[in-house]
Nanobody
Framework: QVQLVESGGGLVQAGGSLRLSCAAS????????MGWFRQAPGKEREFVAA????????YYADSVKGRFAISRDNAKNMVYLQMNNLKPEDTAVYYC???????????????????WGLGTQVTVSS
């Protein structure tokens, strides 16, 4: 079983930046598509960003495109989400996730990703 642990969340002013990290266990990590979802209070979970196992293709929600960047380091079993020009509406708990099927990670499947972290809080103040 793959286990995921997020870190790097915090409080930042609008226009600021944060870098989230996701540490993954498991020797098959390199073959998993990885991504980030977020959930704000009272709102549905939404897709944020994803990256395929090779790292050659990335996906972003329209709301974060141009501001966020996802990357991975398979040698370190790490996934990152660089968040720039943060807005108050970015405030949410951010969850790292992974699956062998990229459709689940990019939000294009009725099935959610198989593996989830417990989340890290990102709060963007006005």
């Amino acid at each position: 079983q793959v286990q995921l642990v997020e870190s790097g969340g915090g409080l930042v002013q609008a226009g600021g930046s944060l870098r989230l990290s996701c540490a993954a266990s498991g020797r098959t990590f390199s073959r998993y598509a990885m991504g980030w979802f977020r959930q704000a209070p009272g709102k549905e979970r939404e897709f944020v960003a994803a990256i395929i196992w090779s790292g050659s293709t990335t996906y972003y929600a329209d709301s974060v495109k141009g501001r966020f960047a996802i990357s991975r380091d398979n040698a370190k079993n790490m996934v990152y989400l660089q968040m720039n020009n943060l807005k108050p509406e970015d405030t949410a708990v951010y969850y790292c996730n992974g699956d062998r099927l990229k459709e689940r990670v990019i939000g294009g499947s009725p099935h959610e990703p198989e593996y989830w972290g417990l989340g890290t809080q990102v709060t963007v103040s006005s």
